[in-house]
């Protein structure tokens, strides 16, 4: 199982240590958002008809960088004989960016290839350490550190939740696969005991 973690600097990591969405990306998206404001504040005709060329401009770069990313994904989970663990849907974040779409392009490709797809609940994923499952607030530093308070295990925070993904899409799928999606618990005993 390869665990897939969504999110907003990095448009995806996995549990392999692959990262998706370089500083092109990052410039790009930048840009986009940059240009978008100008003319909003501007407000004229021309520049609304401009905001809307733009728009669609914008939406196709998504839709091909998701396309892009999602078939990477899966042609390394088909390559390795893996399932494809995932966040389950969650709120767009960064200015409209569809993290959903990413998801379901992951899905359908994976899908057409018989790579097994499961969602897993994202709730305390990026607190929760992937090697003592200690699950706390104070763990997640800042945006990409995370250090566990517990056992002291520290690597970058997506990389960290993309593997906790891993784990419990492989518990999930061991127990029947797309159930209900597994949660985790703030309690680390209760998250223990999910795993083990």
Known sequence: MIGVDVGIRR???TSTGISYA???????RAWYLKRRSVLQRVGTRSAKRRLRKRSGKEKRFRKDTHHVISKQIVAV?????????VRKKQRAMFSGWSFYRL???IRYKAESQGVVVVFIDPHYTSQCCSKCFHI???NRRSQSEFCCRRCGHAEHA??????VI????????SNGGEVAPMR????ATAFEAVVN
């Open 11 to 13: 448009l995806a990591t």
């Open 22 to 28: 370089g500083d092109d990306i990052e410039k790009k």
């Open 77 to 85: 989970a088909e390559g390795t004989r893996c399932g494809i663990a």
């Open 103 to 105: 998801q379901q392009f």
């Open 136 to 138: 706390e607030r104070g």
């Open 158 to 163: 997506d990389l960290n939740a993309a593997k």
């Open 166 to 173: 891993r784990i419990l899409g492989l518990r999930q799928w």
């Open 184 to 187: 985790l618990q703030p309690q």
